[in-house]
């Protein structure tokens, strides 16, 4: 859905963009004060905790596209660091502000780059 709604909208690079014939699920556990979501670079001393580099590489993802941080009462809150293409939420095609912490909670939809829904849900890592 979050990939028709990008094209719908033509940005600079929608003609050229492909949806991957298969994308496997992944996930991943929210551990520690912060949850970078990006692709690595070899410039970076560490790869981004989601790392969305892996195939099917989405080309509208930023080397630190949004992070996740974890608040001491058991919350977490999303931020958009600067991105390229913005990070949105549940649908909506409004980027959140640059650098302003977002409260999110399960079942929040974070759409990132192309094609890319990240899904909070509580459960355990596979």
Known sequence: DY????IAEEGPDSASL???PYAPERRIPLAGR????GRRSSSQPSPPEIDLR??????????????????PDGTWTLVDPGSTNGTCMNGSMDPIPNNVEVPVSEGD????G?????TLIRGEAT
């Open 18 to 20: 492909k949806f991957p």
């Open 109 to 112: 939809r974070i759409h990132v």
């Open 3 to 6: 990939y028709n709604t990008v």
């Open 54 to 71: 892996e195939p099917p590489e989405d080309p509208g993802i930023s080397h630190v596209h949004a992070v996740l941080l974890a608040k």
């Open 114 to 118: 192309a094609w890319t829904t990240i």
């Open 34 to 37: 912060e949850v970078r979501i």
